[in-house]
């Protein structure tokens, strides 16, 4: 139930966010579509500098510590590109329509990519050279999205861009923090492990990331969150890397795993390995969300539901509370960002994008 609860929830925001509407409304969704692209068009062209633009695309949050983490990307991109136009998307329509709304924050507006995309083919913009950033952590299901909306972009889908600039435009893309197994996840496994190696003297760090459903795992992405741990272990046995959607790697196979290695009690510190400390941080990992009644029961796919990290860790009979959490995203930590920026550099350094062929991850 719960599942498709979710699923529901999700188409009900894709098509708000698309603008769709009973058969009667077409001109109320036309027009929606057009003041959504209007007010981005007039941003780009309120702020554009350069004859290049660099698009960050995350998936997005309604919580006022991501907006701070995207605000400083932001602000590090412009100190780190400073021949480059920078912007920021959300790829979420939840996110989006949410964050309008104002839910946690005050309202705030973030447009999908392809909003951006478009505005840097008007005319009076049209940037020569555009550079999409892809924030995601690994390159799964939401990376795919992004990739899509490239496509769409430089195939012209909608008919309504110039094919003449689009000919000549330089497209480039800048793969997930995760990409390359052989080179990003040693490197992020370095840095997590010099800015965390006095709590893994102390105790278990467990890295909770989000991973994708089986029937979700876009190019097998998930296998990152296993390598990351490997990685880690190589410097202290007591890092994991649990997911929240990952099958057999839930917060009770981390246990799991735990068990076997003999760790039966002491601390356990949580942290997000997600791009911001959002709605999973807070609620799944840090939240008060307890289903303890003498015990837990798993689902049928061995998770325990409606119970965070924080309290499951707790009742396992671990030290695991509001003092062990460590609620900050990647994108917070300048020295795991700039594993970021450095796929940025190495787009802008390479060829023009074949983003299809050389994209994908094998």
């Known amino acids: 139930m719960k599942s498709i609860k979710f699923f529901m929830m999700?188409?009900?925001?894709?098509?708000?966010?698309?603008?769709?509407?009973?058969?009667?409304?077409?001109?109320?969704?036309?027009?929606?579509?057009?003041?959504?692209?209007?007010?981005v068009t007039k941003n780009v062209k309120a702020n554009k500098k350069q004859d290049k633009a660099i698009l960050l695309v995350a998936f997005g949050s309604t919580w006022q510590q991501a907006y701070d983490a995207f605000d400083g990307t932001v602000a590090a991109y412009k100190q780190k590109?400073?021949?480059?136009?920078?912007?920021?998307?959300f790829s979420s329509a939840i996110c989006i329509n949410r964050a309008a709304a104002g839910e946690n924050v005050d309202p705030r507006n973030f447009y999908a990519p392809n909003f951006w995309l478009n505005a840097f083919a008007q005319e009076g913009v049209r940037y020569n050279?555009?550079?999409?950033q892809s924030l995601q952590v690994i390159p799964g299901e939401e990376y795919t999205r992004v990739?899509?909306?490239?496509?769409?972009?430089?195939?012209?889908?909608?008919?309504?861009?110039?094919?003449a600039y689009l000919s000549e435009v330089?497209?480039?893309?800048?793969?997930?923090?995760?990409?390359?197994?052989?080179?990003?996840?040693?490197?992020?496994?370095?840095q997590l492990n010099s800015l965390y190696k006095t709590q893994a003297a102390e105790g278990v760090v467990a890295f909770m990331g989000h991973g994708n459903p089986d029937s979700y795992d876009t190019y097998k992405a998930n296998v990152r969150y296993t390598q990351l741990e490997e990685a880690l272990q190589v410097y202290n046995k007591n890092y994991y890397v649990g997911t929240v959607d990952m099958m057999d790697n839930f917060k009770t196979n981390v246990l799991a795993r735990m068990q076997a290695a003999g760790i039966t009690g002491g601390k356990v510190f949580c942290h997000p390995l997600m791009s911001i400390d959002g709605d999973h941080g807070h609620n799944d990992?840090?939240?008060?969300?307890?289903?303890?009644?003498?015990?837990?029961?798993?689902?049928?796919?061995?998770?325990v539901e409606d119970t965070s990290w924080k309290m499951?860790?707790?009742?396992?009979?671990?030290?695991c509370d509001n003092t062990t959490m460590i609620e900050k995203g990647l994108l917070e930590l300048p020295t795991v960002r700039n594993v970021w920026m450095q796929h940025t550099q190495d787009a802008i350094a390479g060829e023009p994008l074949d983003f299809y062929h050389s994209k994908n991850p094998e």
């Not at 590109?81 to 998307?89: A, E, Q």
């Not at 050279?129 to 999409?132: D, N």
């Open 285 to 303: 990992m840090a939240g008060d969300d307890d289903a303890w009644d003498n015990g837990f029961e798993a689902n049928e796919e061995g998770e």
């Open 129 to 132: 050279e555009i550079v999409v």
């Open 147 to 163: 990739i899509n909306y490239i496509k769409d972009f430089a195939n012209n889908s909608n008919g309504d861009l110039d094919d």
């Open 10 to 39: 999700a188409l009900a925001a894709i098509a708000l966010s698309a603008g769709f509407v009973a058969c009667d409304d077409d001109d109320s969704a036309a027009s929606n579509w057009q003041k959504y692209q209007d007010a």
């Open 81 to 89: 590109f400073p021949g480059y136009d920078i912007f920021l998307s």
């Open 170 to 190: 330089v497209l480039k893309l800048g793969v997930p923090l995760l990409q390359d197994a052989e080179a990003d996840v040693p490197e992020v496994a370095k």
């Open 312 to 319: 499951f860790f707790h009742h396992m009979g671990y030290i």
